[in-house]
């Protein structure tokens, strides 16, 4: 099974749009150098469906429910290989992951760790050595730079942008745990997601 880590830049969060149009998404392999593909040449459409389509791949995100959302506005006629990939459990969320290992060990209080389920305080609680800025003037203004060729955009941007393949390092020190602790990972995800009605 391959792993696809990804995540979206889009534009920003409105009253009445929580799941915008994407910019851009980062992505990479289990083992390749993490890229950025823009979402207007048609090239994250393919990467995306191809992924959905293929059995032996697992797409892994953080705040899986966000990405699955963009993903499903922007190409609706994709729901049904969405809840295919979630009903064989190949969407993984490592936000939701760590929900559980830290309540597995007793760790999940917020308020004295000091640490969210944010992948930057993520990234710290498993000590790694990955920075994030998430108080990048970029994080909320990705739609600025739609059409713009990714190779003309400042540096800031595409770093911020790559940053969060650190989702595929939290991956890998979640997967050292008791396999116990995830048994209900995917129908987490699955209650997550689709509140009430979409997904038995």
Known sequence: MRRLYFDFETFPIQPGLLAPPP???SYAWDYDEP???PAWDGRLEAL???ALKDSNVTIVAHNAVFEIGVMMAWHPEWTSLIFEA???GRIE???IRDKLIRIARGEDDVKSTGLTYALDDVCAYWRLKIVLDKSSYWRSRYGTLYGVPIEEWP?????YALGDIATRDVYARQAR???AYLVDQHARLRAAGAPG???A
């Open 197 to 199: 009605v979409l997904i």
């Open 35 to 37: 890229k950025l593909l």
């Open 155 to 159: 540096e800031e941007a595409v770093d």
């Open 93 to 95: 969320c490592t936000l």
């Open 177 to 179: 745990v008791d396999r």
């Open 23 to 25: 910019v851009c998404a």
């Open 48 to 50: 995306l469906y191809g």
């Open 86 to 88: 979630l009903r064989q």
